[in-house]
Each structure stands twice: as C-alpha cells, then as structure tokens.
C-alpha cells in the first residue's frame, strides 16, 4: 500500500497508508490445531509452557507472530517455539494433519478437518481439580481492515463494496 503498487488491499493494520482509507471488516478466527496423533505424542500431559517449548509448531513466515501471540495469551509469558515454516496456506494444513506440528488456522479453512476429526483444537490443560485460566480463549481473533486509495474511482467503490459483503459472510 505505502509504496503504491496497490490501490486496495485487505490488511491486519487498522491505521491508514497515506491516502488510503481504512474500515474494519470483522475478525478471522484462527484456531490452534494439530493432528490427534501430535496431541497424543507432544501434549499428553496438557498444553502449557513446558509442552509448548517442545513441540514443533507452524509458521506460514518469519513475520507470523500468530502462535507467538496464543502461547503468550496462553501462558502469559513469552515461550521459544521451535518451529517449521511453511509459506503456503494449503501446505500448512496438510503438515499438520501429517502430524509435522501445530499451528493457528483460519477455522473456515480447517472446519472439514475439524469436523473428520483429522485436525483437533488444542486447549489449555485444564484437569478436572484445575481451574482454566478464565482470561484464556481458545480462538485467536485477528482484526481486518479493508484499505483502499481515496481516488474517487466507481471501480475502487465496487471493489470495497464487494469485499464488506464477503467479510460480512465470513468474519466474527
């Protein structure tokens, strides 16, 4: 967007490039998953600091702080991830039902595999004679915003009216 070579774009970044405008669209809810095997094998004992800093996640980019983000929400501290990155949304699907690590889905992405049970949430350790951290939600909600240049253009006002509508079906 600052550097021009597009006119719209849909952003985590609810400040404005210079001459754009911003509005917010809604949330994408991302949720922690990993094979049922995975669970078993890295999370036998529950999903905290410890098991965390073990476990190999997934990031899609160095620039992915998603997982960095629900661990810390998690824990409430800052754990070190070993991780593999996979820049590929499709690719990053496919290594966590093949049990290579966990990581934060677009749940509309995730929910067949959700539903056949070949991806499982992972929730904090919560055992019977614990109380669950109430701060703690399971889903990562990231705020999107649809920016586009403040050129009166009837194309650009299409472009941004077609995307609310997708946003509004498909975002919290």
């Not at 529950?46 to 160095?62: E, I, M, Y």
């Not at 919560?126 to 889903?139: C, I, L």
Request: a positive charge.
């Amino acid at each position: 967007l600052s550097g021009g070579a597009v006119l719209a774009a849909v952003t985590s970044s609810a400040r404005p490039a210079t001459g754009f405008t911003s509005r917010p669209l809604g949330a994408m809810r991302y949720i922690a998953a990993a094979s049922p095997g995975f669970v078993r094998q890295h999370f036998a004992q529950g999903v905290d600091a410890a098991a965390l800093a073990r476990a190999p996640s997934l990031v899609f980019s160095n620039k992915d702080e998603l997982q960095i983000r629900w661990v810390h929400r998690l824990c409430g501290c800052h754990v070190e991830l070993p991780r593999h990155t996979l820049p590929s949304s499709q690719a990053f699907v496919v290594a966590a039902v093949a049990g290579m690590g966990w990581g934060l889905h677009p749940q509309s992405l995730i929910a067949d595999q959700l539903q056949q049970g070949t991806l499982v949430p992972l929730l904090p350790n919560t055992a019977p004679d614990t109380q669950p951290n109430s701060r703690f939600q399971a889903p990562l909600d990231v705020p999107l915003y649809g920016q586009h240049a403040r050129a009166n253009s009837a194309l650009l006002d299409g472009l941004s009216q077609a995307v609310r509508a997708a946003a509004r079906a498909t975002l919290v």
